[in-house]
């Protein structure tokens, strides 16, 4: 360890955190006390705060270790301390509330070791004794989690730069000075399963005990069905000299969501109603009292429209502005004035005096709200009662108050209990620290290592799983392409020539390793089937692995290794969310992968020779060199090995039943909760440790061999992959110099020009094959849908109709959207281009617009290269409204209950609530969204359409699930698992069950035509397999140039005259990017439109510049 010297203060001990029973700890301390002033505490999303006193002695200046340790959590972090003389002794602190007193020995560098039970973001604090002076050395470690479940989950917190004291070292550091204050965000939850987040407790405490300890009251929200944190920050002021250490207590349980019981009541039962809380009425459901008051303490009562109320003793009610009154019968007093009959409006805070046997109807949403000083009684007496229709809600939102209703039920019933009750024996507790310390200087020590920040606000709460048979999402794939291999890969920036990774050479008919011969035999099945077995040129590759490559544990990298990583992947191609199985599986396996992905068909179709240490692939249909190797370069194709898949629990009985029984681990609630969060690298780098939700830190591979010099060992040390927060956390991160790379939306534009043309960043622009779409749900999940928005009211099948689907893609604004919102015409350059259909520009088979046109597709709004076409929308809501109904014709308004009433446009008699789901940190999505839904009011009066942002990993995860899905209309995108049409046809736009955003969305004939429900049409379902016939012509015929592209041009009309998606723009990335980073390394590798165009660096690709 290099030592930089001692900074030297007055004798005394640090303020370091609390001591916990039974370890050793020094016997003296500091004489300055650090004691609570203030806690103050406010829920509801607003800041707790924390203040410290003052104290006497001013700040302690520290030397910071050019180390950052990293192990796993029970692991144990050795590392040597080097005093710069002679000392007394040395008191070290493990930052976990743990401590170890060392008495020279006659050595001025002494060895430590410690044993992390806990995960956290710890720091060493050691005091060192010299008898007249001292001096302090500090040094990070971050533990990572284990994960021996799925019910285990963390919810940590960070520091937000924008709201907090300055850092001293950066923004990541958590080291401040001494007065400072830090406000902490918490961070998106992770792990936990299907068991929720039930109850937090924060710890902060410092050398003289506790500075703060609070229970953090998680409530349960009945209509979301789901624990809720009540704070999103803490923060903590008038930090001291010392290391504070905060203390995260995070418990999980499974919770009770609905129990349904059958009752048969004759006489009446109490139900109690908590504040905040609301009870939603069946059916006619009468509520009768009896002789009883009923009594509202400081609450707002809600009425839906019709309802009605008697008052059976005078009551004084205090009414919102626009409140209508209609009077039945009796007579209302108002002010000075009686009314016997009509309608009037009443303002707010008006009283009125209601006579016995008055009816009063609310038409519209109102509020009755009594007054908060007084103690009101209605609906006395025993004849007296409320009569609450379908749908209709009472809210008791008293504070701290109960609500007994005595009602009379009569006969049997069903009735669902939301209680959010949990199983208090079945709770996980988790524990994780962060530690911060305080002092007056920090003196960095230098270290040989560089270090490389890529901040990803687009990502947010990073990756959701580190499984190479399930990653999909971009945040999974950008590490995996880091730490792990697949067979072959690109050459530079081209995507049509390769070069081996794990395996020894590219298979070519000249070495043997591509079959040239024909081959015609009968095959007989285990199960006594026969079948004609014929082989043709193209078909058989075979893999020769390089002896070289190894494991990070040392084992080598085996043939056997890659048939154990790729059987995982194809037995996980029906998984849930999406995964990559259907691209190796498409090619692979016969039929259908989604069902055909069996023992017989997998062992038959990928063969192993351990005497060669290779493995042979058995295509179904002869393949392109060239594509082959795009398919083995793919998301899914990483190799990974295979005993540690069955060290750790993921390893695979290797029979019928026993793929069968694996498969169920492909679906998120079922994953292997190790193999989810590490990894078993072969490739330049490893994951070093992984702070939960915020940050992921990777660290060049020791055990790395470099296939060749087309992929080479890392150059950069350390590469920190963060998640901010906001946007502005990853602009000052960029403009700082804390990051060398940040993804920001267009609107940063103007700020990243003006850091390029300082000399801080290089700007490197190139085209791509992303694109950015909206997608229609067809069998929306209305509970699921409810908890998101808890004023959506949209039928389930709203989109099955065709129409409904053209009026909202008419009723974008695609001038405005690009010119902008993107910000195309604001800042001069290209971010966004217009495309159509799924064969978008740079795409093999490209068509235009203006092609699909000609070529007989209806190109609905012609994706920006037209007027703005409201009055288009509005025919097709008029097909919509004005149709008819039968087995051959698609369903109306009518039949899902959709009418216009009053000028507005209802469903089930409310008006209609479309959300539309957009990603989290991204503005141009919300500002198209916001015109989108301002547009659509002009032509669905009366309707609205809420903007749900959600981060990405519910976006594509946790919601992507077919039947599971409540997405009415949610934002997606794309980018290439390999540049050949069917990486997007597939997944995006055929309609069945294996495909990624179709089957989540329920387009599919079984959906359409055979689904017992009001929206069918036999006619649509009929198109939809036509579609998957055209797709399978071109796919048959891919040898064959002339036909295959006739034929892919066929279903991408197909595609667009189904008009399921409203196709966003065709990314141009740009990378802003340090100056520091030689440039020729991101014109020859990283604008590889299967790497940097979609936002994934490859690491090891890159490099400072020698000069810089």
Do not use: C
């Not at 936990?192 to 710890?203: A, C, H, K, Y």
């Not at 609905?258 to 048969?264: E, F, G, P, S, V």
């Not at 780098?685 to 915020?694: A, D, E, F, Q």
């Amino acid at each position: 360890m290099s030592d930089s010297g001692d900074n030297k203060k007055t004798t005394g001990d640090p303020q370091i955190g609390s001591i916990r029973a039974n370890t050793k700890t020094s016997t003296k301390w500091i004489a300055v006390v650090i004691a609570l002033l203030a806690i103050i505490g406010v829920l509801g999303g607003v800041l707790a705060t924390h203040y410290s006193a003052a104290q006497t002695a001013g700040g302690i200046n520290a030397i910071l270790s050019s180390k950052i340790g990293a192990i796993d959590q029970n692991g144990t972090y050795t590392t040597s301390i080097t005093a710069s003389s002679t000392f007394k002794n040395m008191t070290v602190y493990f930052g976990d509330g743990s401590s170890q007193l060392l008495n020279y020995n006659g050595n001025n560098t002494v060895k430590i070791s410690h044993r992390y039970t806990n995960p956290g973001e710890y720091y060493i604090f050691a005091d060192i004794n010299y008898g007249s002076t001292s001096s302090y050395y500090i040094e990070p470690v971050k533990v990572t989690p284990q994960y021996p479940n799925t019910k285990y989950a963390y919810r940590s917190m960070s520091v937000d730069p924008l709201s907090s004291s300055p850092q001293l070292v950066n923004n990541l550091s958590n080291i401040f000075s001494p007065g400072s204050h830090m406000t902490l965000n918490f961070v998106p939850p992770v792990g936990g399963g299907s068991d929720q987040i039930v109850q937090q407790t924060l710890s902060m405490s410092n050398g003289t005990g506790m500075v703060s300890s609070q229970n953090i009251p998680y409530f349960y929200n009945l209509n979301n069905k789901e624990y809720e944190i009540p704070v999103q920050t803490e923060a903590y002021g008038g930090l001291q000299s010392g290391l504070y250490v905060l203390e995260i207590n995070t418990t999980t349980a499974p919770v009770n969501f609905t129990q349904m019981i059958t009752a048969k009541v004759s006489s009446t039962s109490i139900m109690n109603f908590t504040a905040n809380q609301q009870y939603i009425s069946a059916s006619a459901t009468s509520l009768v009292h009896n002789l009883s008051a009923l009594q509202f303490d400081r609450t707002n009562i809600t009425y839906s429209a019709n309802t009605t109320v008697n008052y059976t003793n005078p009551a004084a009610l205090f009414l919102w502005d626009s409140a209508n009154i209609t009077l039945n019968n009796g007579s209302v007093t108002y002010g000075t004035k009686t009314v016997t009959s009509g309608t009037f409006k009443v303002n707010a805070s008006t009283e009125l005096s209601l006579s016995r046997q008055t009816n009063v109807t609310f038409n519209n949403m109102a509020s009755a709200e009594l007054n908060d000083t007084s103690t009101v009684s209605v609906f006395t007496g025993a004849a007296s009662g409320i009569t609450t229709d379908n749908a209709t809600q009472i809210k008791f939102l008293a504070n701290a108050h109960n609500v007994s209703v005595t009602s009379t039920l009569t006969g049997a019933s069903t009735v669902p209990l939301n209680n959010g009750e949990y199983n208090r024996s079945a709770t996980v507790t988790t524990s994780y620290f962060i530690d911060f310390p305080v002092v007056g200087q920090v003196q960095q020590q230098t270290g040989a290592s560089t270090s490389f920040t890529n901040a990803e606000p687009n990502l947010p709460g990073g990756y959701t799983t580190l499984d190479p048979a399930t990653a999909y999402y971009q945040a999974d794939t950008e590490i995996l392409s880091s730490v792990l291999m697949t067979l072959v890969t690109y050459n530079g920036s081209s995507t049509s020539n390769f070069e081996p990774l794990v395996a020894k050479q590219l298979p070519s008919f000249k070495n043997g390793e591509i079959n040239s011969n024909y081959t015609n035999k009968t095959v007989t099945t285990p199960w006594g089937s026969k079948y004609q077995y014929n082989v043709t040129p193209g078909e058989n590759y075979t893999f020769v692995v390089n002896q070289k490559i190894k494991f990070a544990n040392g084992n080598p990298v085996t043939a056997w290794d890659i048939m154990y990583s790729l059987t995982r992947t194809l037995l996980f191609a029906g998984g849930s969310p999406g995964t990559s199985g259907w691209i190796l599986g498409q090619y692979i396996l016969p039929g259908h992968y989604f069902k055909t992905n069996t023992f017989y068909n997998i062992t038959t179709n990928m063969t192993v020779d351990n005497n060669t240490n290779s493995i042979t692939f058995h295509f179904q249909q002869p393949m392109n060199p060239s594509f082959a190797f795009q398919i083995f370069s793919s998301v899914g194709t990483w190799i990974e090995d295979s005993g540690w898949y069955i060290k750790h629990g993921a390893g695979i009985t290797w029979s019928k039943q026993g793929f069968q029984d694996y498969k169920k681990y492909g679906d998120l609630s079922n994953y292997n909760s190790y193999v989810q969060n590490h990894v078993m690298p072969d490739g330049p780098y490893r994951v070093s440790y992984i702070v939960p939700g915020t940050q992921v830190t990777l660290a060049a591979n020791p055990d790395f061999v470099s296939p060749g010099p087309w992929y080479p060992a890392a150059k950069i040390n350390t590469v920190n992959i963060l998640y901010p927060h906001t946007n502005q956390q990853a602009y000052l991160l960029l403009k700082s110099g804390q990051a060398q790379n940040a993804f920001l939306p267009t609107t940063y534009w103007n700020q990243t020009r003006a850091l390029a043309n300082s000399g801080t960043i290089s700007v490197y622009g190139f085209p791509t094959l992303s694109i950015n779409f909206y997608n229609f749900n067809l069998k929306i999940n209305a509970t699921i849908l409810h908890s998101l928005d808890q004023s959506s009211n949209v039928p389930s099948y709203f989109f099955v109709n065709p129409n409904v689907r053209k009026a909202f893609a008419y009723a974008f604004n695609y001038s405005l959207y690009f010119g902008r919102q993107v910000g195309n015409e604001v800042y001069n350059t290209t971010f966004f281009s217009p495309y159509v259909g799924m064969l978008p520009s740079g795409m093999l088979y490209n068509q235009t617009a203006q092609g699909l046109a000609d070529a007989g597709s209806g190109v609905v709004n012609a994706n920006g290269h037209e007027p703005f076409q409201l009055q288009q929308a509005r025919k097709y809501l008029n097909y919509f409204f004005n149709g008819t109904t039968s087995s051959s014709n698609h369903d109306t308004a009518g039949t899902m209950n959709v009418k216009f009433q009053g000028g507005k446009v209802l469903y089930n008699g409310n008006p209609l609530v479309i959300p539309i789901i957009v990603p989290a940190n991204d503005p141009t999505s919300t500002a198209a969204v916001t015109t989108w839904g301002a547009d659509l009011k002009q032509i669905l009066p009366g309707a609205s359409f809420p903007i749900v942002p959600l981060p990405l990993t519910q976006l594509f995860g946790a919601y992507s699930v077919q039947g599971q899905n409540p997405m009415p209309v949610s934002w997606g995108a794309w980018n290439p698992d390999y540049p050949f049409p069917t990486d997007y046809l597939l997944p995006m736009a055929m309609p069945i069950n294996g495909s990624f955003y179709m089957g989540a969305a329920d387009y599919t004939p079984y959906n359409v035509e055979n689904t017992s429900h009001n929206a069918y049409n036999l006619s649509e379902a009929s198109f939809m397999n036509q579609e998957i016939s055209a797709l399978n012509n071109a796919t048959s015929n891919v040898t064959n140039q002339t036909l295959s592209e006739y034929w892919f041009h066929v279903t991408n009309g197909m595609v667009v005259n189904s008009t399921n998606e409203v196709y966003a723009g065709q990314t141009h990335r740009y990378l802003t990017i340090s100056a520091g980073i030689n440039g020729n390394d991101i014109t020859a590798y990283q604008q590889n439109v299967m790497f940097g165009g979609k936002g994934i660096l490859l690491y090891n690709l890159i490099g400072y510049n020698t000069t810089a």
